[in-house]
């Protein structure tokens, strides 16, 4: 499949190399297309890799990850196009964290919104799945860093899209029991603002490589 990754943080980079060793097809789109990190993972990846402007890279892909500061998403995706969204899956990895008043963050949208949501306003033709915002970029990608059995969460209006998510999520090692819908977008509300208690327990714990488990 050819994957778009939009954006070239940590979150984008870990996510874009997984696809690329799962024998994906990927672009890293960033603002400009000569972007040193963009330019340099496409040169050291393995498989098929390319990097190009967000319009670019969206423009060839089947598939989108939104992997972008989430304060800069609508934006972000504005100028990857409207018209190179239409129709596709968009994996929604992004939370709109607001550091304007230091640490620990706040939200620049939570309770009666969400990013996710703003997304899928924005772009009403493209399939918005809200998925591993809430899972640090190396766990996202292998879970059992972890320690065990742990659960993540998909939320979106259209349920052929969730499952497409599901299996790039299976290629990633999260079994189908551990993959818990949500339902529709409006989820994200949720999702979003588990990552004010991630943040405290990152804190806490002294690691990143946690998740929760929902125990039934």
Known sequence: MKVAVLGTGMVGRTL??????????????????????AT?????????????????AAAE???????????ASLDALSAAGAENLAGKVLVDVANPLDFSQGMPPSLTVSVTDSLGEQIQRAFPETRVVKALNTINRLVMVDPSRAGGNSDVFVCGDDDHAKDQVRELLRGFGWPDESVVDLGDISAARGTEGYLLLWLRLMGALGTADFNIKVVR
């Not at 340099?40 to 990097?51: D, K, L, M, T």
């Open 61 to 71: 892909a089947e598939l989108v990850f939104n992997c972008t500061a989430g304060a």
């Open 40 to 56: 340099r993972w496409a040169a050291e990846s393995v498989g098929r890799a390319s990097h190009g402007t967000f319009r670019e």
């Open 16 to 37: 874009a190399d997984a696809l690329a060793r799962l024998g994906h097809e990927v672009a890293m789109g960033s603002r400009s297309r000569d972007n040193e990190v």
